[in-house]
């Protein structure tokens, strides 16, 4: 079955020091991958995504994802974490032509970073 | 600007009472879909449209109907509203259905049924 996980509910990170938010991802063929954010009430904005090629994705607001084919990951990093960086974090897989090229989620980490 | 605008963004209704939520995108996408978000839950989608008079079931389809009858609208439709659709629904679009587009996202509407 074709799943997402993102095996954490909830990261706490000081402002400045690195953070990660980790995804694993289960999926026949070719893995398209998505990070999105959401703000307290407000929409999920697209933050980056691997399609192909490289393995290091750079998206907004200085994110980045490192794409792992043989650990089935997806994670999402920044260098040095903002309080504005605060919100809730989505992970999601394109599922293939089988399956209607739904978007599978994951249930969401919660983000605080602390000042 | 190129978005997707859901209307309303906070509904307050009663059990039985029918209601739509309207979408529109103005990026000329053929692709459509509709999410409902619940705590711990995720994201869970209810119905997408590949193109115009094409729509098919997601995961949770049930007391959920939609129409696709031109390019940039996509209303969802709850017929008899009960208070387990309380809940935060989302349009989505993309510009096809292929793998690497991105999805964009409205707002969100806020739909309380008591």
């Known amino acids: 079955a074709q799943s997402v996980a993102q095996p954490e509910d909830q990261v706490n990170v000081a402002e400045g020091n690195p953070l990660t938010v980790k995804c694993t991802y289960s999926v026949s063929g070719n893995p398209y991958l998505f990070w999105y954010v959401q703000y307290p009430n407000r929409g999920l904005q697209f933050l980056l995504k691997y399609i192909t090629g490289d393995n290091l994705v750079k998206g907004s607001y200085g994110f980045e994802a490192e794409f792992n084919k043989s650990q089935t990951s997806f994670h999402l990093k920044k260098p040095s974490a903002l309080v504005s960086d605060s919100a809730l974090y989505f992970c999601?897989?394109?599922?293939?032509?089988?399956?209607?090229?739904?978007?599978?989620w994951g249930a969401g980490t919660k983000l605080i970073i602390k000042p | 600007e190129a978005q997707v605008t859901q209307n309303p963004r906070y509904l307050i209704t009663v059990t039985g009472k029918k209601l739509t939520v309207t979408c529109s995108q103005n990026?000329?996408?053929?692709?459509m879909s509709w999410y409902r978000q619940d705590p711990g839950l995720g994201l869970r989608q209810i119905y997408y449209?590949?193109?115009?008079?094409?729509?098919d079931k997601g995961d949770v389809p049930e007391g959920y109907k939609v129409s696709r009858k031109e390019k940039r609208n996509f209303p969802l439709i709850l017929e008899s509203p009960s208070p387990n659709q309380t809940s935060l629904y989302f349009c989505?679009?993309?510009?096809?259905?292929?793998?690497?587009?991105?999805?964009?996202f409205g707002e969100g509407s806020w739909l309380t049924v008591v």
């Open positions: 999601a897989v394109r599922a293939g032509m089988d399956s209607n090229y739904q978007l599978i």
């Open positions: 449209s590949m193109n115009v008079e094409v729509t």
């Open positions: 989505a679009s993309s510009l096809t259905v292929h793998s690497g587009n991105t999805i964009y």
């Open positions: 990026m000329n996408h053929e692709y």
